[in-house]
């Protein structure tokens, strides 16, 4: 069974910093296009950067650019969510996705989720 499992969340200052983990299991996801999205309470789930296979190219959301980096260790099978200067809207469930597709911002896109992880940003 294909299992993609976030790490790093937890509670941070304004201004702090938090690095997110994805590792997946049952498979590598090496030639796989990684993204993260994120869910706040009551809103949609939204795009928040994605980083092709080969790292080439990487995408974000304009709400996150400059502040949050993407990147991956494909040695490690692991893609990474490094977010500074996090703010009280940063405030999510982050979850970690894989698809096949070239970078792309729409959820349909990925059909690999995991389960999520809590960041919250207090003011």
């Known amino acids: 069974q294909v299992q993609l499992v976030e790490s790093g969340g937890g509670l941070v200052q304004a201004g702090g910093s938090l690095r997110l983990s994805c590792a997946p299991s049952?498979?590598?996801?090496?030639?796989?296009?990684m993204a993260w999205f994120r869910q706040a309470p009551g809103k949609e789930r939204e795009f928040v950067a994605a980083?092709?296979?080969?790292?080439?190219?990487?995408d974000y959301a304009d709400s996150v650019k400059v502040r949050f980096t993407i990147s991956r260790d494909n040695a490690k099978n692991t893609v990474y969510l490094q977010m500074n200067s996090l703010k009280p809207e940063d405030t999510a469930v982050y979850y970690c996705?894989?698809?096949?597709?070239?970078?792309?911002?729409?959820?349909?896109?990925?059909?690999?989720w995991g389960q999520g992880t809590q960041v919250t940003v207090s003011s």
């Open positions: 996705a894989a698809g096949e597709s070239s970078v792309a911002r729409m959820p349909g896109w990925y059909a690999y």
């Open positions: 049952g498979r590598t996801f090496s030639r796989y296009t």
């Open positions: 980083i092709n296979w080969s790292s080439s190219r990487a």
